[in-house]
């Protein structure tokens, strides 16, 4: 199908981007890399008067290093965090979590800001974002503010942004000594997005019992979420198998599971359980430098 009709608008910065967003409110959709939104227009689930494309605001493009954290523009494509040499150093998560996204058209257009706030249920970054607990910088008409991974994803689709803001940068802390991490997920056979996705970041004590571990889940329910549970059953503890898949069975505790064509909600749960206890395995096994 082909979109209805828009007017198409090419902002050179983010404060000309926000006068368009507050000019056009809601009539209007900010165009990244557009492999989300170009396909709900032609499905005409989106049907925007104004396309404000930001692709060309240079100041939203680039991964750089910033008192101690890591930060990335919203622009940034998916194969330019996979093929980052400092993000392979200081946060390996996310070119691995990279690497597992759609094909090469959709890396090189994607972009990181697009796939968070599109929030899509089986999208790969949301459990990257979770397990290094990455804050989000937005900016609209009052300035700046920065909204904790946790508190982004509110619901199928949907973020904490306010329509009037423009996602900027992502910030992640890099990885702390004695610590790995781990992303797994089971590709749809049809569309590569993730029917279950688990990314892990695991810190070890001095003892080699677990210190921390962060365990976010993506494609089991309408959000993605944070795996309370088995986080709380791993502190503290030495990683073995036992343990790990004890603390991973707890993965989708009260999650209420979407069910498809091709899952179940059993079936994801039960997913969830496995891929959680891979990526946990996995991530102690990077942690203790195996
Ligand atoms: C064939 C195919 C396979 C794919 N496979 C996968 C996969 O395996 N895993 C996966 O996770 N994803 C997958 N995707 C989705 C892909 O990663 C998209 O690129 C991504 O979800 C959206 O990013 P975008 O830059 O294209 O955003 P766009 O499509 O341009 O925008 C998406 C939404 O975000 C809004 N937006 C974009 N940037 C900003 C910003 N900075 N501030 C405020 N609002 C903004 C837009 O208004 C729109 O509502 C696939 C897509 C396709 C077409």
């Not at 608008?9 to 967003?21: N, Q, S, W, Y």
């Not at 090189?108 to 599109?118: A, D, F, K, M």
């Not at 088995?230 to 069975?249: C, D, H, I, N, Q």
Request: glycine share 10%.
């Amino acid at each position: 199908m082909i979109s209805e009709s828009f007017e198409y608008h090419v902002p050179k910065t983010i404060e000309e981007a926000l006068g368009m967003i507050g000019e056009f409110g809601d009539e209007s959709k900010v165009l990244a890399g557009g492999h989300s939104l170009l396909p709900m227009m032609k499905l005409r689930l989106a049907s925007p008067k104004h396309l404000i494309d930001i692709g060309r605001i240079g100041a939203l493009r680039y991964i750089r290093e910033s008192e101690g954290q890591l930060e990335l523009g919203a622009l940034t494509t998916h194969f330019e965090i996979e093929s980052s040499s400092l993000l392979k150093s200081k946060c390996p998560l996310l070119p691995e979590t990279a690497r597992e996204i759609g094909d090469v058209q959709v890396c090189n257009r994607g972009t990181l800001g697009g796939s968070l706030v599109h929030a899509d249920p089986a999208a790969d970054w949301p459990a990257a974002m979770l397990a290094v607990e990455a804050e989000m910088v937005a900016r609209g008409p009052h300035g700046e503010r920065k909204i904790r991974a946790r508190d982004f994803f509110v619901d199928l689709m949907a973020t904490a942004l306010q329509s009037d803001e423009l996602l900027t940068a992502i910030r992640v802390s890099p990885l702390p000594a004695r610590t790995g991490d781990a992303y797994l997920k089971l590709h749809h056979p049809a569309s590569g997005f993730a029917v279950v996705g688990v990314a892990v970041r695991l810190t070890l004590a001095e003892s080699g019992s677990i210190g921390e571990a962060r365990v976010g889940v993506t494609g089991v329910g309408a959000k993605p979420y944070r795996a309370e549970e088995t986080e709380r059953l791993l502190a503290g503890k030495s990683p073995t198998a036992k343990r790990l898949e004890e603390a991973a069975a707890h993965a989708a505790d009260g999650v209420d599971a979407n069910s498809d064509l091709y899952a179940s909600g059993d079936y994801r749960k039960h997913l969830a359980a496995v891929y959680a206890r891979r990526a946990i395995q996995r991530a102690a096994e990077r942690a203790a430098g195996r």
